[in-house]
Structure formats: structure tokens, C-alpha cells
């Protein structure tokens, strides 16, 4: 099997209770840890790639590597990996066209932060020329806050997904997966302290996500895949790690890991994680040169960097997204 559209991914996820993990990607290392726990879990796989990653690596590199992946999978593993390649928040027609016609099989036209019916249009036109190539289309309604491709959302502009807006826009648009706003939010720092309360441990715990609005979205779109953004959990072992080796990043909190579990088991088949992953490999880097302070080969740090993207993976498919088992 060869790259895939997640059609049928999210179909047998919305079926049977889980959902695919969405990993961003922007290099050899990453591409390989997440792989190599996809075919170790057997689970579908989404790869997705922002205007960010594509700035930073060209678009044929990734595809390449990703394709390298696939082959990778059938040749050591004897395995079919149904990887799923998908831009993350395009934010024109032409960044779409572009990744359509370059081999991903799934777009994301992120046009919330215009007007509903510019919106519309613009989802509508690159749904149009998506379909006659066989490739999906993610959009979306409401806004997160946090950064998106270089532009910041504060808390006080984002807004949650308004439910009796969907089926209008489901229906006028053609787009076969939504991502709404229900609490997440992008990045390492996703609420400011004072947004949270403390537990016990003195950690802080971040304000509930909006079931209600994920509920009465799901009640008017039957069946239709939903979309969550902003997922990582930032683990604070993690960030404890990246603090204890030389980093700092003070009161840095995510969504709960068990507040996604219960999304995954309702309309949520595409959870998005990229910082968990970023956190994970610099705590591995960071370490190792810490305590090699005379090494230079890049190869000694990114082979921990790499090790700690598929143990961050593997753990996500395992406990979060209920996907291990699935391909
Ligand atoms: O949602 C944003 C993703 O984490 C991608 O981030 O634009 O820095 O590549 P990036
Ligand atoms: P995180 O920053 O929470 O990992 O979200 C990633 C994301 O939504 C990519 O589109
Ligand atoms: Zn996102």
C-alpha cells in the first residue's frame, strides 16, 4: 500500500471509538521515529506537513522522505503502513493546489480567521479541485489560540466553534473532515497561569474542554469526522527535563492526556500533536550533550532525538488515541 487518503482511517476510527494521531513533521529523524512506532503499534498514521516545515525542508524532501517510509515499512517490516500525507493549515488556494499536485493526499484549508462566508468560498473552491484529484479536504470553524504558522492568536481572539453554524458550512463546502475549537490551543504554552488552578503537586491544570460544544457539534454531523487541533499534552517530565539540562521553560502546560482519550472515543478521529514530539526530542538532545559535552557527530545526538519521537508516538497511540492495532 502506498500513500492513502484517511477516508476510510477515519471511517473505522469514528466506528470504532479512536482516532489517528496527526504528527507534524520537518525531518529525517522525525519521519523515521514516527514511523518506526507506527509499523512497531500497527496503526494507520497521518503525517502532516505546515508551510513552516515546507519553508524549512522544500516540499520534495519531505515527500521523498515520506515516500522512502513507506517503502521502508513494506521492504524491513513486511508491513502495509497506511500513512496518510496531509498539509497542515494551508491558509491559500494556491499553498493547497500546490501540495495536491506535489503527492499529499489530504489538505487542510484553514480559512477561520475570515469571515464565514469568505470561508466558505475559499474551502469550497479548494474542495472543488481536491476531489477531482483524489485528495480530502480538512477545514475549519472557530479559532485557537496559541501560534499558527508564524501568526499569533491570543486568547482574548480566538473563539469556540459555534455548532448551529456547521451543517451550513459542512453542507455549502463539500469538506470531508472539520476542525473545531473546543479549548485546545497551539504550542508548548497553550494557558497563562492564571487561566489554570494548581493541584496538589502545585501543577498546573488548565480549564476543561468544551464537551458540550464537541456534543452538539457531533448531534448535527452525524458520522462526520471531527478535527482537534493544539492536542499536545506537554508532559511535565518532559519539560522538567528540558529545565534540568539548560532549557527554560517556566509554567509551559497542555491538555490533559485523559480529556483526549474520552474526544477520541466520541467524533474526534484526528487528534494534532507536533509540540510533544518537539519537547520529547529536545529533552533527549539536550541531555545528551550535556552529558557529552565533547560530542559533535549530529548522528550521536539526533539517534536519542529520534528515539524519544517514537517513544513519545508509541505512548500516544497506545494511551490517547486508542489507534494501536488498527492498520
Ligand atoms: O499548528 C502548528 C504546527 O505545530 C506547526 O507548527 O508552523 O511551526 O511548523 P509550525
Ligand atoms: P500542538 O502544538 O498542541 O502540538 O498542536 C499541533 C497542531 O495542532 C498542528 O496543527
Ligand atoms: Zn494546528
Same mark, same amino acid.
Given at each position: ?47 502532516? @506537513?505546515?508551510?513552516? !516545515? ?5 516540499? =520534495? ?6 515516500? &522512502?517510509? $513507506? +517503502? *521502508? ?21 494556491e499553498i493547497c493546489k500546490s501540495c495536491i499536485d506535489g503527492g499529499f493526499s489530504s489538505v487542510m484549508i484553514d480559512a477561520s480567521s475570515k469571515p464565514f462566508a469568505e470561508n466558505v468560498e475559499?474551502?469550497?473552491? @479548494?474542495?472543488?479541485? !481536491? ?5 480530502? =479536504? ?6 485557537? &489560540?496559541? $501560534? +499558527? *504558522? ?87 517530565e518532559f519539560v522538567k527535563k528540558v529545565n534540568e539540562f539548560g532549557g527554560k521553560m517556566p509554567d509551559a502546560v497542555g491538555i490533559p492526556e485523559e480529556q ?68
Amino acid at each position: 500500500m502506498a500513500i492513502v487518503t484517511s477516508k476510510e482511517m477515519f471511517r473505522k476510527a469514528y466506528d470504532g471509538g479512536y482516532a489517528i494521531g496527526a504528527f507534524n513533521v520537518n525531518n529525517m529523524e522525525i519521519i523515521q521515529g514516527i514511523c518506526e512506532a507506527a509499523i512497531e503499534q500497527r496503526a494507520p498514521l497521518i503525517l502532516q @506537513v505546515s508551510k513552516g !516545515a515546507r519553508s524549512y525542508a522544500k516540499h =520534495v524532501y519531505l515527500m521523498k522522505l515520506i515516500e &522512502a517510509a $513507506v +517503502e *521502508d515499512a513494506e521492504q524491513s517490516a513486511g508491513f502495509d503502513l497506511p500513512i496518510c500525507v496531509h498539509l497542515d493549515h494551508g491558509d491559500s488556494f494556491e499553498i493547497c493546489k500546490s501540495c495536491i499536485d506535489g503527492g499529499f493526499s489530504s489538505v487542510m484549508i484553514d480559512a477561520s480567521s475570515k469571515p464565514f462566508a469568505e470561508n466558505v468560498e475559499v474551502t469550497k473552491k @479548494v474542495v472543488e479541485y !481536491a476531489h477531482d484529484h483524489g485528495v480530502v =479536504v480538512e477545514a475549519e470553524l472557530g479559532t485557537l &489560540a496559541g $501560534v +499558527e *504558522d508564524e501568526v499569533k492568536v491570543s486568547a482574548e481572539d480566538s473563539s469556540y466553534t459555534r455548532p448551529e453554524e456547521v451543517e451550513e458550512f459542512v453542507s455549502k463546502t463539500g469538506c470531508d473532515s472539520l476542525a473545531i475549537a473546543i479549548g485546545t490551543s497551539h504550542g508548548a504554552y497553550k494557558f497563562k497561569p492564571e487561566q489554570c488552578t494548581r493541584n496538589e503537586k502545585g501543577i498546573l491544570v488548565p480549564p476543561p474542554l468544551r464537551f458540550d460544544v464537541l456534543e452538539e457539534v457531533s448531534k448535527r454531523l452525524p458520522g462526520f469526522p471531527i478535527v482537534l487541533h493544539g492536542s499536545s499534552s506537554v508532559p511535565q517530565e518532559f519539560v522538567k527535563k528540558v529545565n534540568e539540562f539548560g532549557g527554560k521553560m517556566p509554567d509551559a502546560v497542555g491538555i490533559p492526556e485523559e480529556q483526549l482519550r474520552k474526544a477520541a472515543t466520541m467524533a474526534v478521529c484526528k487528534i494534532n500533536i507536533d509540540s510533544d514530539l518537539r519537547l520529547a526530542m529536545t529533552a533527549n538532545i539536550r541531555e545528551y550533550l550535556c552529558e557529552h559535552p565533547d560530542a559533535f557527530d549530529p548522528r550521536q545526538y539526533l539517534k536519542p532525538g529520534r528515539a524519544a519521537i517514537k517513544e513519545m508516538v508509541a505512548h500516544k497511540m497506545v494511551d490517547v488515541l486508542g489507534c494501536s492495532g488498527k492498520a
